[in-house]
């Protein structure tokens, strides 16, 4: 059964029909498990929230002031202070953009500040990425010769330090750095170059408070503006500086998925978004003394796993296998086998502690903002480091010492495991196609019909993992190459679209290709903060094709929005001249409703000018790219294919096949 919303042209599904219609097997088994027990899930939660608010899914609810909350409809056009349809719609789209950059921004500052730690050396940690350090200190004008790599890092951090926090005028220094001179000329023709993160989000605030700004279209362009300080200030910042410390990520062959847990071992996850302490204590237990210790308590060995997009780091660069995505963490959990999950910050939902309370699993919190009742708390701050080492070491035996009191009851390890090549770098996909211009030439020779980064989180809306796993079954199968980051690279990578063996699903020119360079069809580049790597590629693509980003074959595929983050992401590739293509339900316009000019007590759907603005003139006029909105996830593989068909169609005269 299903939940329906026929004004957003779609139906949501209730727990049976995600059991029938998720393609994870293994998340079918913990489903039906946790439901025999009695454990409540998001699912329960999900349906006691049945039906949700019209008004609220379709972001024509205002609360930015205690008038409120406004609702619009036929009866009622404009909020108490005068507010319209557009001012609420943008509003609301604007400061769910900026809670997404403040979150990049909070992660930012933690590597930033932790990298100036190594340099004034109150922080053990050697820096891994010195190819990054020359890389970043050649594009910034930075003095490398005779100088230590600490204090040429440091000078980096400074930089992205400043575009993170700067209240004065003046550009970002990485946006100058890593931005195409025709996109700073536009942007700057825009007047929508932004000052820092933190400057960007203040205004956004102070904007759309009472009584501030009415013109909704200022608000568009302080979307506009505070996307390039996202894209810029967080995403390149936070990709490129963690690759400062901790190295550019190769690809390796590893094995994924729930089955990865094991029932005779000490399991930990490892869990959040910024790796700087998950990086310490893994030091820590590869020690022998935790090794022993495990041993100790009767255990086999240590087995340690990654979820959302810390899993996914720890994915890239060490192949240490992913287990889940944010909507599996209670799954996971509810294997029963699971002793601590450390969790660092940003998608640990509290529904989690619920679970790890029913089955005797501890919680380790290591981040200052992330805080669960009940949790241990140890908490990382690159201001005070210096008892990181220890700090790391107590987690590290904590997190084993848990194995000796895990309810033996009820344990239940579904047996998928799923191989997976990963590691995918901006500089790993080149040197793998042996640079841009051939990667380019398989473009043109139809050998990829184009190339679409796949990302984002899950939502309940969508039955678990359905969305993610069609669309790109859909597109391998047609010869488009995928990136993935996120929550939808672990939906792939459970799915086995990953692994190199997947390139049996395409087409038989990207087959032989892809089998020759032993390449998979999806490429997991990381976390959240690596559609950097994603978008990086587009941009060197476009500039060895000699060609605007707009005109190449290349889309942004979004179909489970749920963090706000995700919305920044997507605005970030149309601003770069790459179109969206959206599921359902999200933040980014998408068609919402009027007043029914029939029955003025009804909604019909139909556009408003916001949606208008993303979806037509208004972004193809400034970028050349649009959004695109399709719940179905085979209907939004169609139009995926239809956009990069008629790129391809454009490209003719320029000797594309
Ligand atoms: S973890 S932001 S649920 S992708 Fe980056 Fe997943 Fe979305 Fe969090």
Redesign the pocket.
């Known amino acids: 059964m299903s939940y329906k919303y026929l004004y957003l042209n779609t139906n949501m599904p209730e727990k049976d029909e995600v059991l029938k219609r998720t393609p994870n097997p293994a998340a079918k088994e913990l489903i039906t498990k946790l439901k025999k027990e009695g454990v409540p899930i998001f699912l329960d939660r999900f349906a006691a929230q049945q039906p949700q608010c019209r008004f609220g899914l379709q972001g024509i609810c205002c609360r930015m002031c205690q008038w409120g909350p406004c609702t619009i409809s036929r009866k009622s056009t404009h909020g108490v202070c005068g507010k319209d349809m557009n001012l609420i719609v943008m509003g609301n789209l604007l400061r769910a953009l900026v809670s997404g950059l403040a979150a990049h921004a909070r992660h930012a500052h933690e590597i930033y500040l932790t990298i100036m730690a190594v340099r004034d050396g109150t922080v053990n940690i050697k820096i891994k990425g010195e190819d990054r350090v020359f890389e970043m200190a050649g594009r910034l004008g930075i003095e490398v010769e005779n100088r230590k790599i600490e204090a040429i890092a440091g000078e980096i951090a400074e930089i992205l330090l400043e575009d993170l926090g700067k209240m004065k005028k003046g550009e970002l220094r990485l946006l100058e750095a890593y931005a195409g001179q025709e996109n700073k000329d536009l942007w700057r023709r825009l007047d929508i170059l932004p000052r820092s993160s933190a400057y960007e989000i203040m205004e956004a605030l102070h904007m759309t408070t009472l009584g501030a700004c009415s013109d909704w279209m200022a608000l568009v362009d302080q979307e506009l503006r505070s996307t390039l300080a996202y894209c810029y200030s967080t995403l390149f910042g936070t990709s490129l500086a963690t690759e400062i410390l901790y190295g550019i990520p190769r690809p390796q062959k590893t094995v994924v998925n729930f089955g990865v847990l094991k029932e005779d071992h000490v399991n930990i996850l490892l869990h959040g978004?910024s790796p700087v302490m998950v990086e310490k204590i893994l030091e820590k237990i590869h020690t022998p003394e935790i090794q022993s210790l495990a041993r100790q308590l009767g255990a086999e060995g240590i087995v340690l796993g990654g979820m959302?997009?810390t899993g996914n780091e720890l994915l890239a660069r060490y192949g240490i296998p992913t287990v889940t995505?944010?909507l599996g963490q209670e799954l996971a959990i509810g294997t029963g086998a699971v002793d601590t999950v450390i969790v660092d910050m940003?998608?640990i939902i509290p529904g989690m502690k619920i679970t790890a309370d029913c089955f005797g699993t501890e919680i380790i919190t290591t981040c200052r903002s992330n805080r669960i009742p009940g949790a241990v708390h140890v908490p990382f701050d690159p201001e005070d480091p210096g008892s990181l080492d220890d700090n790391a070491l107590y987690v590290a035996r904590s997190a084993v010492e848990s194995f000796g009191r895990r309810k033996r009851r009820n344990i239940h390890i579904p047996d998928y495991r799923t191989e997976a090549l990963t590691g995918w770098s901006y500089e790993a996909i080149l040197e793998a196609f042996d640079g841009a211009d051939r990667l380019v030439e398989l473009l043109k020779t139809g050998k990829f019909r184009g190339i679409c980064t796949i990302?984002?989180?899950?939502t309940p809306k969508v039955a678990y993992e359905s969305g993610h796993v069609t669309i790109a079954r859909e597109l391998i199968a047609d010869g488009i190459l995928l990136t993935t980051?996120?929550?939808?690279s672990h939906a792939l990578l459970n799915a086995g679209l990953c692994a190199s063996k997947a390139a049996e699903m395409t087409p038989h020119d990207t087959r032989v290709l892809l089998e020759n360079l032993g390449i998979p069809p999806v490429l997991a580049v990381g976390?959240?903060v690596d559609n950097a790597r994603s978008l990086r590629l587009f941009l060197t693509l476009a500039e060895a094709a000699g060609l605007k980003t707009h005109d190449m074959p290349f889309m942004f595929i979004g179909p489970e929005p749920?963090?706000e983050?995700?919305l920044g992401q997507g605005v970030t590739f149309l601003v770069h001249g790459i179109s969206n293509t959206i599921g359902f339900p999200g933040h980014i316009p998408q068609p919402t409703v009027k007043p029914s000019s029939d029955n003025p007590e009804e909604l019909e759907r139909c556009s408003n000018d916001v949606a208008d603005f993303f979806s037509q003139d208004g972004l193809i006029n400034r970028f050349g790219a649009q959004v695109f909105t399709e719940p179905e996830p085979v209907l939004a593989a169609q139009i995926v294919k239809m956009h990069l068909h008629r790129k391809r169609l454009e490209l003719r005269n320029q000797g594309w096949s």
């Open positions: 978004h959302c997009c995505n944010i940003q998608c990302v984002g989180c899950n980051t996120g929550c939808c976390g959240c749920g963090n983050k995700t």
